[in-house]
């Protein structure tokens, strides 16, 4: 299952190449804007503050859209602008929940974490730790937040957020498989100024992953007594397999022969 992710991933984003740097194009700009706002002040002026907060929010809601389009592209359809503007309207909530999700991570990494890393004594080290794990958690289970929102359109925000951790904790060690996949398409994004991958690739990825565990989960539902440690992934992904076809990076290049 593993394999057949990365293979999937890859060429859903080949298929999608152009739009997919379009929409990293409007995050690099974004990005640029942060590092302006950085430098307005040296001290950090509360308009610093505030420019960056406004940023972040934007940036989430118009990932409503982008997950929109990557949940298309995921599925073999290419109405990629169309579903960009219905996404931020329809997902505006869950934009604004992940907006505050990440604020909490920002102030737990740059100002809680520190503050108690700063101090000596058992009491800090034993918060430290746990609010360290907290953060780690946190960046295994809410990548699954977003193609959550596409996959069950009707859960509020914070059922969303729930589940994520439903998925973590059943499928742990894809997620961790994951986490490491995320983390070295994150590192290609910063060798790429952010073009390829970037956060468009990346949210097409996490809607890749969920669609292909989500067939894991419907077996399960038609076949109550199946053994849950020992799926069928050869079955459950065939028409999956037909549907991306024997791919390779070799016609991918030279389509002509």
Same mark, same amino acid.
């Given at each position: 299952?593993?394999? !057949?992710?990365?293979?999937?991933?890859?060429?859903?984003?080949?298929?999608?190449?152009?739009?997919?740097?379009? !929409?990293?194009? #409007?995050?690099? #700009?974004? $990005?640029?804007?942060?590092?302006?706002?950085?430098?307005?002040? #040296?001290?950090?002026?509360?308009?610093?503050?505030?420019?960056?907060?406004?940023?972040?929010?934007?940036? %989430?809601?118009?990932?409503?859209?982008?997950?929109?389009?990557?949940?298309?592209?995921?599925?073999?359809?290419?109405?990629?602008?169309?579903?960009?503007?219905?996404?931020?309207?329809? %997902?505006?909530?869950?934009?604004?929940?992940?907006?505050?999700?990440? =604020?909490?991570?920002?102030?737990?990494?740059? /100002?809680?974490?520190?503050?108690? $890393?700063?101090?000596?004594?058992?009491?800090?080290?034993?918060?430290?730790?746990?609010?360290?794990?907290? &953060?780690?958690?946190?960046?295994?289970?809410?990548?699954?937040?977003?193609?959550?929102?596409? @996959?069950?359109?009707?859960?509020?925000? =914070?059922?969303?957020?729930?589940?994520?951790?439903?998925?973590?904790?059943?499928?742990?060690?894809?997620?961790?498989?994951?986490?490491?996949? %995320?983390?070295?398409?994150?590192?290609?994004?910063? /060798?790429?100024?952010?073009?390829?991958?970037?956060?468009?690739?990346?949210?097409?990825?996490?809607?890749?992953?969920?669609?292909?565990?989500?067939? +894991?989960?419907?077996?399960?539902?038609?076949?109550?007594? #199946?053994? @849950? @440690?020992?799926?069928?992934?050869?079955?459950?992904?065939? &028409?999956? @397999?037909?549907?991306?076809?024997?791919?390779?990076?070799?016609?991918?290049? /030279?389509?002509? +022969?």
């Amino acid at each position: 299952m593993k394999g !057949f992710f990365i293979k999937k991933a890859f060429f859903d984003g080949w298929d999608n190449l152009i739009a997919m740097v379009v !929409f990293n194009l #409007a995050y690099v #700009a974004l $990005f640029l804007l942060s590092l302006f706002a950085l430098t307005l002040s #040296a001290d950090m002026s509360l308009f610093s503050y505030v420019l960056l907060l406004v940023i972040l929010l934007v940036g %989430n809601v118009l990932m409503g859209g982008v997950s929109s389009a990557t949940y298309e592209w995921s599925n073999y359809h290419s109405s990629t602008f169309s579903a960009f503007k219905e996404g931020i309207g329809r %997902n505006i909530k869950h934009s604004l929940f992940y907006f505050l999700l990440q =604020l909490f991570q920002l102030l737990l990494v740059f /100002f809680v974490l520190p503050f108690y $890393f700063g101090n000596s004594g058992s009491f800090f080290m034993i918060i430290s730790v746990i609010l360290f794990w907290v &953060e780690i958690i946190l960046l295994l289970a809410l990548p699954f937040y977003f193609p959550l929102m596409q @996959r069950l359109p009707g859960d509020r925000p =914070l059922k969303t957020f729930k589940k994520c951790f439903i998925i973590l904790l059943d499928n742990f060690g894809f997620s961790v498989f994951f986490g490491i996949y %995320n983390l070295i398409c994150t590192l290609l994004t910063v /060798f790429t100024f952010g073009l390829i991958p970037g956060i468009a690739g990346l949210q097409l990825a996490k809607q890749d992953a969920i669609k292909l565990l989500m067939f +894991k989960y419907d077996y399960l539902e038609e076949n109550a007594d #199946a053994d @849950r @440690r020992h799926i069928p992934w050869d079955d459950l992904l065939y &028409e999956e @397999r037909e549907k991306l076809g024997p791919r390779t990076i070799k016609n991918m290049i /030279f389509p002509w +022969k």
